[in-house]
């Protein structure tokens, strides 16, 4: 309110000193130019004091977030943020209230923003000591080890994946710049992929399954067909029974991770139904991970509900890839 009256007062300054500037009369318009020009100077005073105030303030409170984030860590709650991280993620906003009230009773009294960050941090901590226990069954010694290690993991190609194998090998001392990281992975993968191509090329009895040939195969012959690629694949697998499944047809496992599959070979596009029943199934093998596997498509719906349960989709195009590729 104050500022919009000085500006008032400013605006109506300068009109009274272009008036008197035309009708040659300068004397007031002095007086009114210095009194225009306190009140600019208090006006970007009172700015800059209001501005140091905030920043002030913002370095308070990050300097009490540290002091109270460390105090938590350092205390047997902190297995309270790394526990929810593990079971709900960053996607149970109610949980995430309840939490922070657990953490409040116990005299860590965090802001709802940095109750986020707190979870988002102890999420990618378990993230990257499960991605980094899982490249270490393979033992690697030599840098071109773990390059190899990470392109066996088969991982995902995304950010993360690299920043994780970044950590990892500057713990180990092998300092190398993303660029010359990924560059190497490439090349290994190349590599890999040419070795493959050769055996292919070498095994007589290895005939292509090709899409039409899955799309005549009955489900239970889908499944053994799928258990085969997997296997290929470098997953330890595991067929379930015809009934009582679970809602998972196969149940993989590779470097301590467990991998539940719904098989759907069907001539029509794929719904949420199989999407629920993955999700339930994972609970009652204890997987980390869903699949489902179809030889069509995945309607949008089921995307959606894919996606908001961390669900992977193998929908035709993809499945012709992997059959092409292993």
Same mark, same amino acid.
């Given at each position: 309110m104050i500022k919009i009256f000085f500006s008032i007062v400013i605006v109506l300054a300068i009109i009274k000193l272009i008036i008197d500037v035309i009708g040659n009369n300068p004397g007031p318009?002095?007086? /009114?130019?210095?009194?225009?020009? !306190?009140?600019?100077?208090?006006?970007?005073?009172?700015?800059?004091? +209001?501005?140091?105030?905030?920043? +002030?303030?913002?370095?308070?409170?990050?300097?009490?977030? /540290?002091a109270l984030k460390s105090a938590l860590i350092a205390s047997t709650h902190y297995k309270l943020i790394e526990n929810f991280a593990i079971k709900y993620g960053t996607s149970y906003p109610e949980g995430k209230i309840k939490l922070q009230t657990l953490l409040k009773d116990r005299g860590f009294d965090f802001a709802i923003d940095e109750m986020d960050y707190l979870i988002s941090d102890a999420l990618r901590k378990a993230e990257y000591n499960t991605f980094k226990e899982r490249l270490?069954? *393979?033992?690697?010694?030599? *840098?071109?080890?773990?390059?190899?290690s990470f392109v066996k993991l088969?991982?995902?190609?995304?950010?993360?994946?690299?920043? *994780?194998?970044?950590?990892?090998?500057?713990?180990?001392?092998?300092? *190398?710049?993303?660029?010359?990281?990924?560059?190497?992975?490439?090349? !290994?993968?190349s590599k890999f992929e040419l070795k493959h191509f050769e055996r292919r090329l070498l095994d007589n009895n290895n005939r292509q399954v090709s899409m039409s040939d899955i799309d005549t195969m009955a489900g239970q012959e889908f499944e053994s067909f799928l258990n085969t690629l997997f296997q290929k694949m470098g997953y330890?697998? +595991?067929?379930?029974?015809l009934t009582g499944d679970q809602g998972a047809d196969l149940v993989l496992a590779r470097f301590g991770e467990v991998v539940v599959v719904q098989a759907k070979r069907s001539n029509n596009t794929i719904g949420n139904k199989a999407i629920q029943e993955v999700v339930a199934s994972m609970k009652f093998y204890n997987a980390e991970k869903g699949m489902v596997v179809t030889n069509n498509y995945f309607t949008k719906a089921a995307e959606d509900l894919a996606n908001a349960n961390t669900i992977s989709l193998i929908d035709r195009k993809q499945l012709s890839e992997l059959i092409s590729k292993y």
């Open positions: 318009s002095i007086a /009114i130019g210095l009194i225009i020009g !306190v009140i600019i100077f208090s006006l970007y005073r009172a700015n800059i004091s +209001k501005k140091h105030e905030v920043e +002030k303030a913002q370095e308070d409170k990050e300097k009490r977030f /540290i270490l069954t *393979f033992n690697p010694i030599q *840098f071109d080890d773990y390059i190899e088969n991982l995902p190609e995304n950010t993360q994946a690299i920043d *994780f194998l970044l950590m990892l090998l500057d713990e180990k001392e092998f300092k *190398f710049g993303r660029f010359f990281i990924e560059d190497n992975i490439q090349q !290994v993968k330890t697998v +595991k067929q379930t029974k």
